[in-house]
């Protein structure tokens, strides 16, 4: 089973920051098979990217990720008041699926 | 538009069993992968199961492999989890999600519905 590590637990920002988010995977992984997801309190999550660096259909393009290997990143450049959420990576390909434990992105 | 709806969430008690329907509507159900996806409230994701388009490729979480069935029916756009001897933990919000795979490209979990409730309690 891929594990995956995101860092840090919780980043406090202000808007207009920039946010970097970490996710490491316990084995190198194919970054085909590698997404990321936002959720906000009470609503499901969302797709923001897939294939480790394309955005889903409609994300802003303040929204980039990167990586290979085992070390991903989310950036979010110029944060918007609507950034603020949960982030999640996601490993999918080979079962089990698994997510990484999630980064808070707060209001500082 | 593209819309997944998690319905048959309830109270049950440790050892019952309950069947979680998730409806489909806006796309070609029959081409699409999907999966089962939990979360306990201000916890993490959770994956669950993962059933192929057409069936023949079914996969389980191992916390609930044996008690936990997935299917689909493709002529009503449906997906199902039969849920048995279940268990306090359990309890939580269960997704489901479109696994959209093509040619070209891996999307993951492209579409998500809003969630079911589920809580095992005595």
């Known amino acids: ?108 | 538009e593209v819309k997944l709806v998690e319905s048959g969430g309830g109270l049950v008690k440790p050892g019952g069993s309950l069947r979680l329907s998730c409806a489909a509507s806006g796309f070609s159900f029959n081409n699409y992968n999907m999966d089962w996806v939990r979360q306990v409230p201000g916890k993490g994701l959770e994956w669950v199961s993962f059933i192929s388009s057409s069936s023949n490729t079914i996969s389980y979480a191992e916390s609930v492999k044996g008690r936990f069935t997935i299917s689909r029916d493709n002529a009503r756009n449906s997906l199902f989890l039969q849920m048995t001897s279940l268990r306090d933990e359990d309890s939580g919000i269960y997704y489901c999600a479109r696994k959209k795979i093509t040619a070209t490209a891996r999307y993951g979990m492209d579409v998500w519905g809003q969630g079911t409730t589920v809580t095992v309690s005595s």
Do not use: M
């Not at chain 1, 920051?17 to 997801?37: F, H, K, M």
């Not at chain 1, 499901?44 to 889903?56: E, F, H, K, M, T």
């Open chain 1, 1 to 108: 089973e891929i594990v995956l590590s995101q860092s840090p637990d919780t980043l406090s920002l202000s808007p207009g920051d920039r946010a970097t988010l970490s996710c490491r995977a316990s084995q190198i992984v194919n970054r085909n098979n590698l997404a990321w997801y936002q959720q906000k309190p009470g609503q499901a999550p969302r797709s923001l990217i897939y294939g480790a660096s394309n955005r889903a259909t409609g994300i802003p393009d303040r929204f980039s990720g990167s990586g290979s290997g085992t070390d991903f990143t989310l950036t979010i450049s110029n944060l918007e008041p609507e950034d603020f959420a949960v982030y999640y990576c996601h490993h999918f390909g080979s079962s089990p699926d698994t997510f990484g434990q999630g980064t808070k992105v707060e209001i500082k």
